[in-house]
């Protein structure tokens, strides 16, 4: 299987800074995303996001190679990478980006992590749950009650792992929702191309958990929100908290770090040291 990954320009510059942002935002979420932090900012340098592969879980896609398709248009452009920053899980990839940039192009680019934290069987579960809530409105009693099952029962089995949730709740609500377009008469082309952002979606997730982050994170800056459960405060309560080289933190909400002035002003000295 061939893996196609794009970065697409958020801002350009012609000053040689390339900064990596590294979220999933196509699926309608309510927090801020990168865009959102860069209109806040007053820094010079141009701005890439990544639009991953789409690839279903449990395709039998090798998570090293999904990766390493990231860097394949990083190569090809010929430019050197300034700063990584990675939001939530995008935190795991930007940390091995880290790495793998390091070794292409001699230096370790600066890493910041926003609530930085690993993927897991419950993130899955709640992260479903959000996209199944925004799609419940054309679903019916059956659909609802199969989905729900479908993200409940495997959470009670021993030996479930994270690619394993996730192959099984896009099959099941892939048939699921198959039923809902066809009674709600949408259109195919537009059902292929939610399935293709959802699937996409799911791999995002499923495949950070086949990366180690934790050393990686030790070099990072990581910018902390005041919601017990995200991010570094959420992996000190359960008694996992990595060592990051800094943490800045914020009495601002999860949903609002990549929008806040005052953190766009602590990231945009970040940049410039």
């Known amino acids: 299987m061939t893996l ?3 970065w697409t320009t958020l801002k350009e510059s012609g000053s040689g800074n390339l900064v990596l942002c590294v979220d999933f935002t196509e699926t309608g979420r309510a927090e801020a995303g990168f865009p959102d932090l860069l209109a806040k900012m007053d820094y010079d340098g141009t701005f890439w996001h990544v639009s991953p592969p789409a690839v279903t879980p449990g395709s039998g896609v090798d998570g090293a190679a999904y990766v390493r398709s990231w860097m394949e248009p990083l190569k090809a452009s010929g430019r050197k990478v300034h700063a990584v920053m990675g939001y939530c899980i995008g935190a795991v990839y ?45 679903l019916n009693e059956e659909d609802v009650a199969e989905t729900r099952e479908a993200m409940d029962r495997p959470l009670q089995q021993e030996g479930v792992t994270v690619e394993g949730y996730a192959a099984e709740l896009y099959a099941k609500f892939r048939d699921v929702g198959h039923r809902a377009f066809e009674r709600a008469g949408l259109d195919p082309e537009y059902s292929e191309e939610m399935w293709g952002t959802f699937s996409a979606f ?3 997730l499923t495949y950070a958990d086949t990366l180690d982050p934790w050393e990686g994170w030790r070099r990072a800056t990581a910018v902390s929100s005041n919601n017990p459960n995200n991010g570094l405060n959420r992996l000190r309560e359960s008694g996992r908290g990595p060592v990051v080289a800094e943490e800045l933190r914020f009495d601002k909400g999860h949903d609002v770090l990549l929008t806040d002035d005052e953190i766009a002003r602590a990231v945009t000295k970040l940049l410039e040291r």
């Open 202 to 204: 799911l791999s995002f």
């Open 4 to 6: 196609v990954t794009t």
């Open 94 to 138: 930007a940390a091995e980006l880290v790495d793998l940039l390091e070794k292409e192009q001699g230096e370790a680019p600066r890493l910041i992590v926003f609530d930085p934290e690993p993927t897991s069987l419950e993130n899955i579960y709640f992260q479903f749950g959000k996209v199944f809530g925004i799609l419940s409105s054309i």
